[in-house]
């Protein structure tokens, strides 16, 4: 039997959908967690979330370290790859943080806690057209 293959969203349209979704949490104090589940609307459309990570829910300042990483891939031409070569000076700047020994620690912290966190979504995402695409995609980022 033939299942019917998830339709592949080229990956700015999965970063639009990614931003309209809001993964991270703007909260600076949150529980240690390693498995969250959130349901809420957005545009009058349900969507569901569940995230596992090692080393707890993304959040503070992870939202702006995902923002510089942004930055960098558009700045870099936004390689077909999907790679990001960059120093953790220049990851500092994009992510507009202070540069001190704190902002390299929280750099580091985020992406550690970036990368062990994973998703999945259920319904939520949307076409370039606007009209949903109702299957489930799980994902995580990647830095090395």
């Given at each position: 039997?033939?299942?019917?293959?998830?339709?592949?969203?080229?990956?700015?349209?999965?970063?639009?959908?990614?931003?309209?979704?809001?993964?991270?949490?703007?909260?600076?104090?949150?529980?240690?967690?390693?498995?969250?589940?959130?349901?809420?609307?957005?545009g009058g459309r349900m969507v569901v979330v569940h995230g596992e990570g090692t080393r707890g829910r993304p959040h503070g300042a992870d939202t702006d370290i995902m923002l510089g990483l942004?930055?960098?891939?558009?700045?870099?031409?936004?390689?077909?790859?999907?790679?990001?070569?960059?120093?953790?000076?220049?990851?500092?700047?994009?992510?507009?943080?202070?540069?001190?020994?704190?902002?390299?620690?929280?750099?580091?912290?985020?992406?550690?806690?970036?990368?062990?966190?994973?998703?999945?979504?259920?319904?939520?995402?949307?076409?370039?057209?606007?009209?949903?695409?109702?299957?489930?995609?799980?994902?995580?980022?990647?830095?090395?």
């Amino acid at each position: 039997m033939y299942r019917k293959k998830p339709p592949q969203l080229p990956p700015l349209l999965t970063e639009r959908n990614l931003d309209r979704l809001g993964f991270f949490s703007i909260q600076t104090r949150l529980f240690a967690e390693s498995t969250w589940k959130s349901q809420f609307q957005v545009g009058g459309r349900m969507v569901v979330v569940h995230g596992e990570g090692t080393r707890g829910r993304p959040h503070g300042a992870d939202t702006d370290i995902m923002l510089g990483l942004e930055q960098l891939f558009v700045a870099q031409g936004s390689p077909e790859d999907n790679w990001i070569h960059t120093t953790p000076n220049a990851l500092r700047e994009a992510a507009m943080m202070t540069k001190n020994g704190r902002a390299f620690r929280r750099i580091r912290e985020g992406l550690l806690r970036i990368w062990a966190a994973g998703f999945i979504v259920r319904e939520g995402w949307v076409d370039p057209t606007g009209r949903p695409v109702r299957f489930n995609a799980a994902f995580r980022h990647r830095n090395l």
